[in-house]
């Protein structure tokens, strides 16, 4: 079985108990990376510049907790095939349609 480490320090190592391919890494990746970035970059926004524009701060707000919504998502579907992969975790469809599966949900919502 393959696990992935997460951390350069072995002591802060995380270990999932998945197959993965060079495809799905890379797919994880950035459905991981690229929200995080947003949500970065919009925080940093906030706090370093004035903004007394009530309409343009709700927007970065806004897309702040889209990215949010979507990094969870991202999140949630990883652990939840790391679940299913294991045994612990009988797979079900999800609230809003998607079947589970990383490499089918993760994709199809923004």
């Known amino acids: 079985m393959k696990t992935l480490s997460t951390a350069s320090d072995p002591s802060d190592e995380f270990m999932l108990p998945l197959p993965l391919d060079p495809e799905v890494l890379t797919m994880i990746n950035h459905q991981i990376r690229t929200p995080l970035t947003s949500i970065s970059s919009f925080t940093e926004i906030l706090l370093s ?34 679940k299913s992969a294991c045994g612990n975790h009988q797979a079900k469809p999800s609230n809003n349609g998607y079947l589970p599966g990383f490499a089918t949900q993760v994709g199809t919502t923004n």
């Open 49 to 82: 510049y004035p903004i007394d524009d009530p309409r343009a701060r709700r927007c970065f707000l806004q897309i702040i907790f889209e990215e949010t919504k979507r990094l969870t998502h991202a999140v949630d579907t990883l652990f939840g095939e790391a």
